[in-house]
């Protein structure tokens, strides 16, 4: 894989001509244009065709499906728009990881969100897992990347500082997909984000995939902020 396949660009925008305007400007420098909650709920499922009659980028719907496994599972089985789909998220969940596997067609690759990258252990603990697993993220990370890899899952998500781990209990097939990049030349610091690595981190970790919106967005030329020589800097 060359630089510019690994990077994901998230399509966190308002609506389809925003989305249209980032993937003409971006094309070139991005491997993967993620479609999220925003632009999903905004425009529809069309927007996915939209966006990939577009582009020859892969397409990533980023809507991290979440609830009883009968009912993901129908509504992946109705949603025709997941055809054009080349990863999905599902949130990490033994009985809907394995239904969701089982569904899709042969092109999509479920990737499991195992951890948010919004959350620290403070928020972990508030949540109530247990203190030894909130404390040491990385352990239960690994611990939902194993119920992913039992799933059947092509991959999982996660953040740069437990990408080592995972691959070093899983091995290299194991899809990760990383977001929570911030490079030290970016211009965005204090979001929502809480485990954080540069773009260098990342992949020196082995992130098959670094997701990175804001900072490309935030810079005065988003197609110089994405260029993968940028990326690979620290
Ligand atoms: O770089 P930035 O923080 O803007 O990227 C955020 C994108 O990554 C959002 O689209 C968000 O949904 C996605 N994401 C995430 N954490 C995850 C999975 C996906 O931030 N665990």
Known sequence: MIAKDRLIFPLDVPDAQEA??????LSEHVGVFKIGLELFVSEGPPIVDTIADLTDAGIFLDLKFHDIPATVQRAIRSGSCL????????????????????????????????????????????????PELAEEVVKLVVHRARIAIEAGCAGVVCSGHEVQAVKEEFGMDLLVVTPGIRPEWGEVSKDDQRRIVTPYQAVRNGADYIVVGRPIRAAT???VGSRTEGVTRR
């Open 20 to 25: 249209r305007k980032h993937v003409t400007l």
């Open 83 to 130: 055809r054009r789909a080349n990863f999905i998220t599902v949130h990490c969940d033994p009985g809907l990881l394995e239904a969701v596997a089982a569904e899709v067609p042969d092109h999509t690759k479920v990737l499991a969100v195992t951890v948010l990258t919004s959350l620290d252990a403070r928020q972990l603990t508030a949540l109530g897992i247990q």
């Open 221 to 223: 030329d988003p197609a």
